[in-house]
């Protein structure tokens, strides 16, 4: 049931700046550990930036200084800030939930669709 809205993708310069949204839908969002990933064409997809449903926040060695990553709650979103980008963070970005369900103790990941930031150069 739970959904996933990503927007704020586009082209910038390198050193420009982007502000990634994701918009969740269908689920209590303040009970859902949230992230972002990337994933440039024949990469791995990697966790960027991570933020737990209490709001402490870690960040991938290669963004640390340049990307923050935050909720409001109130408005169920999650964002990431992208500041000095480099022609390396190109990459499609995904939004990750993780959403418990309330049986067994299990938690569902549920994924966006992704966003394609590119950085020209």
């Known amino acids: 049931q739970a959904e996933l809205v990503e927007s704020g993708g586009g082209l910038v310069q390198p050193g420009g700046s982007l502000r990634l949204s994701c918009a969740a839908s269908?689920?209590?969002?303040?009970?859902?550990?949230m992230s972002w990933h990337r994933q440039a064409p024949g990469k791995q997809r990697e966790l960027v930036a991570r933020i737990t449903a209490d709001g402490s926040a870690n960040h991938a060695d290669s963004v640390k200084g340049r990307f923050t990553i935050s909720r409001d709650n109130a408005k169920d979103t999650v964002y990431l800030q992208m500041n000095s980008l480099k022609a390396g963070d190109a990459a499609v970005y995904y939004c990750?939930?993780?959403?418990?369900?309330?049986?067994?103790?299990?938690?569902?990941?549920?994924w966006g669709q992704g966003t394609q930031v590119t950085v020209s150069s």
């Open positions: 990750k939930m993780k959403e418990p369900q309330g049986m067994r103790n299990e938690v569902l990941d549920n």
């Open positions: 269908g689920t209590i969002f303040n009970r859902n550990d």
